[in-house]
């Protein structure tokens, strides 16, 4: 029986597509998933999977914080070592970000394949210095393949969880009405500058018959303190591709996971950025879309000041007066999120593990 080992850790952008490749291996896989004690992996792998914790952290802070914080990030080797040995792994796949740096060095020593998957379009510090040690390097965007060019990447966009590619339904507890559906998210965390940013437009947007579910993520201490008709606020959904399937507008960060479910949507989109991402990579990943006519920019900026509003009122303007569709600038968008859909990047990925593992 052919055993994977995961490692991905962290954010939702790094669990959901190990989640998808998971999900599609043939039955004959087995699983094993390694992650960082207290992060988001101990809430989202589901139990079938055994979860293994290494102690490995980003490499914040300066001084000798940032130098115990590598040593820690080298030391999670021995461990991943010991586990490669004792469950028999064939293969290694990682979604990139820190735990993939001792999980490409210890398949490497132990002579397993492994298999690097980089979803922005500005690839991580890791990909960048270790993807020529992994026997492939797979990424969601060809503006990536454009910056690795030691690794020749394989592109092959970035896998969703399989109901963003069927048919789901709106949640019941979306307001009700004919008008349109906006939805605001700020990835997996939530974004309390986005969030500040959306606030002061709900007002009108509402009064003028807009619906709206804004996701603001479980940090944000102004959350549940707008009260209004067709607002629907929540900390965290589950329930995203129903959401994204049925909304008319999107107000996102520019995650890659958020950006790849999107397209599969084919939900037009105002992303901004968040501008602290390693190396501005969601400014790419943003770009990325925009080139597409997907999506348009708005760059963060201070509660108040006109661009958000004056991007939503012109995209959404046509839908809230009951334009004829003709004049409804959302429509090209939705080719172009189509235009960066990849709906089979799970099983592009399988058939590389498949490879790799002398299957294929
Ligand atoms: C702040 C930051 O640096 N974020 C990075 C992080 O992703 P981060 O997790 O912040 O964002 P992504 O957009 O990649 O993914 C968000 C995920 O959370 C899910 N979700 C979100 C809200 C919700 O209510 N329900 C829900 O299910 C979305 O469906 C999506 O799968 O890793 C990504 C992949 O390397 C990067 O592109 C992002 O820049």
Redesign the pocket.
């Known amino acids: 029986m052919p055993t994977l080992l995961i490692a991905a850790s962290g954010?939702?952008?790094?669990l959901?597509p190990a989640l998808a490749v998971a999900e599609a291996l043939p039955a004959d896989w087995q699983v094993h998933w390694v992650g960082v004690p207290n992060r988001l992996e101990t809430d989202l792998v589901p139990s079938r999977y055994p979860l293994h914790m290494v102690r490995a952290g980003g490499l914040q802070g300066r001084g000798l914080r940032k130098l115990w914080n590598l040593l820690q990030l080298l030391l999670a080797v021995l461990p991943m070592r010991r586990l490669i040995r004792r469950e028999g792994v064939s293969v290694v796949f990682s979604s990139?970000g820190y735990i993939a740096a001792p999980a490409i060095l210890a398949a490497r020593w132990c002579g397993v394949p492994v298999v690097l998957h980089e979803?922005?379009a500005i690839p991580g510090r890791v990909t960048r210095l270790l993807g020529p040690l992994c026997t492939t390097v797979a990424v969601g965007l060809p503006q990536a393949a454009e910056r690795l060019s030691r690794c020749r990447p394989l592109v092959c966009g970035t896998p969703v969880r399989r109901d963003f590619l069927t048919p789901t339904p709106l949640p019941e507890w979306v307001p009700g009405g004919d008008g349109p559906l906006l939805l605001v998210?700020g990835?997996?965390?939530g974004a309390l500058r986005l969030n500040r940013m959306v606030r002061p437009l709900l007002p009108q947007l509402a009064a003028s018959g807009c619906r709206i579910v804004h996701?603001t993520g479980s940090q944000d201490p102004e959350a549940g303190t707008l009260r209004l008709d067709g607002v629907a606020e929540r900390a965290?959904?589950?329930e995203?591709p129903g959401l994204l399937q049925h909304c008319d507008l999107a107000i996102s960060?520019a995650?890659?996971?958020?950006l790849s479910?999107l397209a599969v949507c084919g939900t037009p989109a105002i992303l901004v950025p968040?501008p602290q991402?390693a190396d501005r990579?969601?400014d790419a990943?943003a770009a990325a879309a925009a080139s597409l006519g997907a999506a348009v920019i708005v760059w963060q900026h201070e509660p108040g000041e006109p661009a958000l509003g004056r991007a939503v009122w012109r995209l959404l303007g046509p839908r809230l007066r009951g334009a004829a569709t003709g004049a409804d600038p959302l429509e090209p968008m939705r080719d172009g999120m189509q235009a960066l859909a990849v709906r089979d990047a799970d099983r592009r990925l399988v058939q590389v593990l498949e490879q790799v593992s002398g299957r294929g």
């Open positions: 954010t939702g952008g790094h959901f990139g979803s922005n998210m990835g997996s965390q996701l965290f959904s589950e995203l960060r995650g890659a996971g958020s479910e968040f991402a990579h969601q990943n």
